[in-house]
């Protein structure tokens, strides 16, 4: 590939889709944006340091790392009627590939929510979201390099809580997300999660920090999976948990959100698969002033994943980002996988 062409394909997209100043509309309630993407990844497919390139396939010309630029539109609208507030979130971002451009895609983030309050003592959302993405480039080497795997998800959730005293609310909330993989390869892995939460919730001298606890039940099935005799693989589960939560913001410049606690897992066939254990996500924001911040994370999570031997994987990790006022994301990463595939990735945003 020539120079030429690479340059034209990415660093010009990139001068148009400099930061634009955004027309905000009915005193800033809509705020519309257009933007850029750029990204370097230095082991695209997450390929183990032991494979010699000629033992893979679909590399061209024995390239690992690969970069991506993209142009991005969407609109932000804040709509207040009386107590109740109207929140939508849109934006689609049309993804380049440099050399693997066999996974350009099209993808999308829209959310709307209605915020509702009714009299002093309740108050909610009730909303939805609909997200396409590329799936990981691992499903790309699950493919056989021949095509990627698109992810469509769909969310639709509700909450209410009840003021109990000045601080005090106990919340309810219903979930359901579904998950469609668009490679037949794939497709086994579609999921339709129900999830139900209950708790109380300690708000601090009436404001939005809080502490509380969350009883969450998940009730997880795989459509497209056919069970069988013998059959390695399981069709549903249940999960169970109880974790303490926290939202809490110091000043103005520290963030503090997360949740930590005790969650079991039991699927509808294969109970040798069964999972018991603490998991938990916790994430800071350190923002001294709206130009430069570090944002830090730590979790033990269980995630959804199946092979032959099993249901489910634990990750354990924890990074951290910087972000500078030259855009509107900037942020590094490097890691080594637990099957020794090492690799590290630049991701910014304007």
């Given at each position: 590939?020539s120079?030429?062409?690479?340059?034209?394909?990415?660093?010009?997209?990139?001068?148009l889709?400099?930061?634009?100043?955004?027309?905000a509309?009915q005193?800033?309630?809509?705020r519309?944006?257009v933007?850029?993407?750029?990204?370097y990844?230095?082991?695209l497919?997450y390929?183990d340091d032991?494979?010699?390139?000629?033992?893979?396939?679909?590399?061209?010309?024995g390239?690992?790392?690969d970069m991506?630029?993209?142009?991005?539109?969407?609109v932000?609208?804040?709509?207040?009627?009386?107590?109740?507030n109207f929140?939508?979130?849109t934006q689609i971002?049309?993804?380049?590939?440099?050399?693997?451009?066999?996974?350009?895609?099209?993808?999308?983030?829209?959310?709307?929510?209605?915020?509702w309050?009714?009299g002093d003592?309740?108050?909610g959302?009730l909303g939805?979201?609909f997200?396409?993405?590329?799936?990981?480039?691992?499903?790309f080497?699950?493919?056989?390099?021949?095509?990627?795997n698109v992810?469509?998800q769909?969310?639709?959730?509700?909450?209410?809580?009840?003021?109990?005293?000045?601080?005090l609310?106990?919340?309810a909330a219903?979930?359901n997300?579904?998950?469609?993989?668009?490679?037949a390869?794939f497709?086994?892995?579609?999921?339709?999660?129900m999830?139900?939460?209950?708790?109380?919730?300690?708000?601090?001298?009436?404001?939005?920090?809080?502490l509380?606890?969350?009883?969450?039940?998940?009730?997880?099935k795989?459509?497209?999976?056919?069970v069988?005799p013998g059959?390695?693989?399981?069709?549903?589960?249940k999960?169970?948990?109880?974790?303490?939560?926290?939202?809490?913001?110091?000043?103005?410049?520290t963030?503090?959100?997360?949740?930590?606690?005790?969650?079991?897992?039991?699927?509808?066939?294969?109970?040798?698969?069964?999972?018991?254990g603490?998991?938990?996500r916790?994430?800071?924001?350190?923002?001294?002033?709206?130009?430069?911040?570090?944002?830090a994370?730590?979790?033990?999570?269980?995630?959804?994943?199946?092979?032959?031997?099993?249901?489910h994987?634990?990750?354990?990790?924890?990074?951290?980002?910087?972000?500078?006022?030259?855009a509107?994301n900037?942020?590094?990463?490097r890691?080594?996988?637990?099957?020794?595939a090492?690799f590290?990735a630049?991701?910014t945003s304007?």
């Amino acid at each position: 590939m020539s120079r030429t062409p690479i340059c034209i394909r990415f660093v010009v997209p990139l001068l148009l889709a400099a930061p634009v100043a955004a027309h905000a509309l009915q005193g800033d309630r809509i705020r519309p944006y257009v933007g850029g993407v750029y990204n370097y990844y230095s082991n695209l497919f997450y390929l183990d340091d032991s494979l010699q390139n000629s033992q893979v396939s679909f590399l061209k010309d024995g390239q690992r790392h690969d970069m991506s630029y993209g142009l991005r539109a969407g609109v932000d609208a804040d709509i207040p009627w009386s107590r109740q507030n109207f929140v939508i979130r849109t934006q689609i971002t049309d993804t380049k590939y440099v050399t693997y451009d066999q996974l350009d895609y099209l993808g999308y983030n829209a959310r709307g929510t209605w915020n509702w309050a009714i009299g002093d003592k309740w108050d909610g959302d009730l909303g939805a979201s609909f997200v396409q993405s590329l799936g990981t480039f691992t499903d790309f080497q699950g493919t056989g390099g021949r095509t990627k795997n698109v992810r469509k998800q769909e969310e639709f959730y509700g909450s209410a809580m009840y003021r109990l005293t000045y601080d005090l609310k106990l919340r309810a909330a219903v979930r359901n997300v579904k998950l469609k993989n668009e490679a037949a390869n794939f497709q086994q892995f579609d999921r339709d999660d129900m999830i139900y939460e209950v708790g109380p919730r300690y708000y601090s001298k009436g404001g939005e920090n809080f502490l509380g606890l969350t009883l969450r039940m998940t009730d997880g099935k795989f459509p497209n999976r056919q069970v069988l005799p013998g059959s390695m693989l399981d069709n549903g589960y249940k999960e169970y948990s109880m974790l303490g939560v926290v939202d809490y913001r110091y000043s103005g410049e520290t963030s503090l959100r997360g949740e930590l606690g005790w969650t079991e897992r039991r699927n509808d066939q294969l109970s040798q698969r069964d999972f018991d254990g603490v998991t938990g996500r916790l994430n800071v924001t350190y923002s001294p002033s709206g130009v430069v911040g570090v944002f830090a994370s730590v979790f033990r999570e269980i995630g959804a994943f199946q092979d032959v031997t099993t249901n489910h994987i634990l990750t354990q990790a924890s990074g951290s980002a910087p972000a500078t006022g030259t855009a509107r994301n900037c942020n590094s990463r490097r890691a080594t996988t637990t099957r020794g595939a090492s690799f590290w990735a630049i991701r910014t945003s304007f």
